[in-house]
């Protein structure tokens, strides 16, 4: 079995390889960007598994390297990625990777007269932001990538492109925020750090539970055959001992250096809305199936406090000093939201807090600001809201009945489907049960556009020229959109009116209509 892979130097990448290559029947077929780390871990790698590898340079934006990766492979995993902050600062990589990349690979696959299979995984930060009112979710549930997110942006439009094209087998797993040994490290550096609100609920995975996945999936397909789990969308999450939120997450991490989230930081520092992450409810359908979740998110950071002891170092240190030395010195960062307020960045201040007088009222004082896992927040029982039965009480309608199985979709749910997003379903015929076809769909803005029934039922998407790269209007959508509305109003006004874009020098820009 050939397995051609994107992405492998990445974090989950780096795990996928090692976990599939315990398989005896496996061999791998690597592109790598030709740079200094990768040409290390090419050393290393064929070092280590010597001509079971395949290692060449090139880059996803030419086709021709696309054409030699997948060219004899009997599968391909895309996991190549440009995410925040280089997504943030050199869109054109981004959009190399995330939109391009997945083009080309598409288009290769596609002209070859045996196709490997594809496994595209794409990411959580698709669904956009959520908070307590609806801190579950689901497969299906709105893709409404957040305000100036390039990196969410461009995924959304490379899973789109697996799911329209002609590739004959193929499966999007759609990745949660990810546990791995250096993440703190690589959290102290940039002011991304500050877009996690303290109250967003977090579902995590760790980099070795997916690379046992994708491993496990091979597995299966290869002795069984999974026929029925190919052409579908899941969510990757690491289940109930994984769920958290944005404050507990902070909270653990910095426990290993003798504080916590109120000891190192402020309630003004963090952005209060416009990220992503939550806790999915069907993260249990790949479990169910390929058991590879492990551990739990206790376990993780006291694993890496066991392999990490020099962090115990700092814990006679003042927490002011750590706050001013490592967190404060953050603030000045061009990707801080603090930095945002203080000079003024009229768009990332309304797209991250509301404005800045909501960002002022949130003030420095602790005891003024609401916890949501402290219980803080009135009437939202934090542990009540964590239980999986409370799922199903803040879940979001899809505009049919989605309990239905995929062969028995009907025109009736296409039509009641389109209806729900403020537009309709304007295919001329429907045979019950032919979710993969193409068919005419017409949007709340007039807009025509095709799709399958699968990419908008099942998996989500809908106008491609209302939700689309370098422009962001959900504030007029959901006013038309309510599918849209019922999570887009859980951390926006109704009379909120603006229109976010990035120009064409990339700096950010908004307009408030009346």
């Known amino acids: 079995m050939i397995v051609a892979m994107t992405g492998a130097s990445g974090n989950m990448g780096q795990a996928v390889v090692k976990e599939v290559m315990t398989l005896p029947f496996v061999r791998l077929k690597l592109l790598f960007l030709d740079e200094k780390r990768e040409r290390r871990l090419k050393k290393r790698w064929e070092k280590q598994y010597g001509d079971r590898i395949e290692i060449?340079?090139?880059?996803?934006?030419?086709a021709e390297d696309c054409q030699r990766l997948?060219?004899?492979a009997d599968y391909v995993v895309n996991m190549a990625a440009v995410i925040p902050p280089l997504a943030d600062k050199r869109p054109d990589l981004a959009r190399d990777a995330n939109v391009t990349g997945v083009r080309n690979l598409v288009s290769q696959i596609e002209a070859l007269s045996v196709q490997p299979k594809l496994i595209h995984i794409s990411t959580v930060a698709i669904y956009g932001n959520r908070n307590h009112l609806h801190p579950w979710g689901r497969v299906g549930d709105p893709l409404l990538p957040s305000v100036y997110d390039e990196y969410g942006m461009g995924k959304l439009i490379g899973e789109r492109i697996v799911l329209e094209s002609k590739v004959k087998t193929w499966a999007v797993?759609?990745?949660?925020?990810m546990l791995y040994e250096k993440l703190l490290m690589s959290n102290i550096s940039d002011g991304l750090m500050f877009h996690t609100p303290f109250?967003?609920?977090?579902e995590w995975a760790t980099d070795r539970d997916s690379g046992v996945l994708i491993k496990n999936i091979l597995t299966d397909d290869h002795e069984r055959g999974s026929g029925d789990f190919w052409k579908n969308v899941y969510n990757i999450g690491g289940g109930a001992a994984y769920r958290t939120t944005g404050y507990e997450t902070f909270d653990m991490g910095f426990a290993m250096i003798g504080g916590g989230t109120e000891q190192f930081m402020r309630p003004n520092w963090h952005a209060t809305r416009n990220f992503h992450c939550m806790w999915f409810s069907d993260s249990?359908?790949?479990e169910r199936r390929f058991r590879f979740q492990s551990g739990s998110v206790k376990g993780f950071w006291a694993d890496i406090k066991k392999k990490n002891r020099y962090f115990a170092l700092a814990k006679p240190v003042p927490s002011s000093w750590i706050s001013a030395l490592v967190f404060k010195r953050l603030l000045k960062d061009a990707n801080a939201p603090y930095r945002w307020v203080k000079e003024g960045n009229e768009g990332r201040v309304k797209a991250f807090f509301g404005g800045k007088e909501k960002w002022a009222a949130i003030g420095e004082n602790w005891e003024k600001f609401s916890v949501w896992c402290k219980n803080e927040i009135e009437g939202h029982d934090y542990e009540q809201e964590l239980a999986p039965s409370y799922a199903e009480k803040c879940r979001l309608s899809h505009g049919y009945d989605d309990t239905k199985p995929q062969e028995e979709i009907d025109a009736e749910d296409?039509?009641?489907?389109?209806?729900?997003?403020?537009g309709e379903c304007r295919a001329d015929s429907f045979e019950k049960g032919d979710v993969y076809a193409p068919i005419d769909w017409k949007c709340a803005e007039g807009h025509l556009f095709k799709a399958s029934p699968f990419t908008v039922l099942r998996a989500g998407h809908w106008c491609p020229h209302c939700v689309r790269e370098g422009h962001w209007s959900y504030d007029l959508l959901a006013k038309k959109n309510p599918f849209y509305a019922q999570v887009w109003y859980d951390s926006h006004d109704q009379d909120e009116n603006a229109v976010y874009w990035y120009d064409e020098?990339?700096?950010?820009?908004?307009e408030v209509t009346p």
């Open 505 to 510: 020098d990339h700096k950010t820009r908004v």
């Open 70 to 72: 997948v060219s004899g």
């Open 56 to 62: 060449f340079f090139g880059n996803l934006k030419n």
């Open 199 to 202: 109250n967003v609920p977090i």
């Open 414 to 422: 296409l039509r009641s489907a389109a209806r729900f997003r403020g």
């Open 284 to 286: 249990d359908v790949l």
């Open 173 to 177: 797993l759609r990745q949660t925020g």
